[in-house]
């Protein structure tokens, strides 16, 4: 190439960054500033999107300082994307201060902040920006209702639930299987397993999580039986069982006293399914000998 300018840097950076190449883009970054061309608003968008991916917070609390001194920070665009690296980096409290301090929020930010809270463990705050954003009359997307689902605990509110699933037959979410997952577990949590079962039942297209999910529902409140029972089910109709299944048949053959299933379903994993049983299984299986 006889020429790189800002746009030329700045195609390749991107391009490094939306392809998952996040190391690479950020290095070719670093070059990009130690030479003579300036990057623009787009090119730090794409460094932070590698930042992102890469859960890198040293690096994209350095790409804030420098957008900071050029006056960038106040683009919506620029803003959002540093409230996704902060989160995504685990760093809520920086991305909370940039969401507070921004003259003008849209759907995109909104939606930012609230996926933060959500995959961050914050229960209160997540629910407390949903609320926000349907009272203040912002759209309302399936990935919004499938963050906030995400966040309900069996402490969180049954009666705020329901008014999100009515929110969710309101706009017509229900053939999401994302959605439909959420509200899968946010009842099971919730304490109605019965509503659990019915949105499964209903379920035009069940994934794998729709699976796991009504498995762990039927194994959280001690009705192994039935989860054993609906494992084989999703096993015939081709569905490949994950570590999270195993953990939640695990956890059903330990409320029923099925030690010799479980063993069983350990060994499968390595053996049959090519899957490393992780802590979280052995602790299960402790606790069932335990129960035995």
């Not at 999107?49 to 300082?65: D, N, P, T, V």
């Not at 921004?102 to 209160?124: C, H, K, P, R």
């Not at 994950?242 to 299933?261: E, M, N, P, Q, R």
Request: include cysteine.
């Amino acid at each position: 190439m006889l020429e790189r300018n800002v746009i030329t840097w700045t195609a390749v950076i991107s391009s490094l960054a939306q392809n998952k190449f996040y190391e690479e883009s950020l290095k070719l970054f670093v070059k990009m500033r130690c030479g003579s061309v300036d990057p623009n608003s787009l090119t730090y968008l794409s460094s932070l999107f590698a930042c992102s991916g890469l859960q890198a917070l040293r690096e994209g609390q350095q790409i804030h300082g420098l957008v900071s001194k050029l006056g960038s920070q106040s683009d919506l665009c620029i803003e959002s994307a540093l409230m996704d690296m902060y989160s995504k980096s685990g760093s809520m409290e920086d991305a909370w201060k940039i969401f507070e301090s921004a003259e003008v929020l849209d759907e995109v930010s909104m939606t930012v902040i609230l996926v933060g809270f959500a995959q961050n463990g914050f229960e209160e705050e997540a629910i407390q920006i949903f609320v926000k954003m349907v009272k203040v009359g912002i759209e309302i997307d399936p990935n919004m209702v499938s963050a906030v689902l995400g966040v309900f605990g069996i402490d969180t509110s049954l009666a705020l639930g329901r008014q999100i699933h009515s929110l969710v037959i309101k706009k017509s979410f229900g053939s999401n299987p994302f959605v439909s997952n959420g509200l899968i577990n946010m009842y099971s949590k919730c304490g109605d397993l019965e509503e659990s079962v019915k949105i499964f039942d209903q379920m035009p297209q069940k994934n794998s999580i729709s699976w796991n999910s009504m498995i762990a529902a039927f194994a959280r409140h001690g009705n192994g039986a039935k989860a054993l029972k609906l494992y084989e089910e999703m096993r015939l109709e081709g569905v490949e069982p994950t570590d999270v299944t195993f953990l939640s048949l695990l956890h059903a053959c330990s409320h029923v006293g099925l030690v010799d299933k479980g063993m069983e379903f350990l060994e499968s994993m390595d053996r049959v399914y090519g899957i490393s049983p992780r802590m979280e299984h052995y602790a299960s299986v402790v606790d069932m000998l335990g129960r035995a």
